[in-house]
């Protein structure tokens, strides 16, 4: 079974670096390094690859939520990333 992991916000920092906050995976799973595609219904967006994993700070809710780190130039939208459509799907 592919791995799918549901986006729900979307940062971008400084030196090129694009955090999206994600849930639906197991924290024992190896994305590091791995290319997934972004997916909304049968419209692949583009493929990109993740170089880190971080626990969210201060986090008081919402403990399934990773932020995942690309350095890809990443064409979703801070609203596109909210709407809860767009999965990460391994490739």
Known sequence: MKTKISVTEKFE??????????????SNTDIIG???YLVSGSEVRQTLTIIGVRDMLNQQSNLDQKALETRDV??????????????????
């Open 74 to 91: 990443m064409n979703l939208s801070k609203d596109e990333a909210r709407s809860g459509s767009w999965k990460l799907i391994l490739g």
């Open 34 to 36: 791995k290319q997934f």
């Open 13 to 26: 920092m400084l030196g090129g670096v694009t955090i999206l906050v994600c849930k639906g995976f197991s």
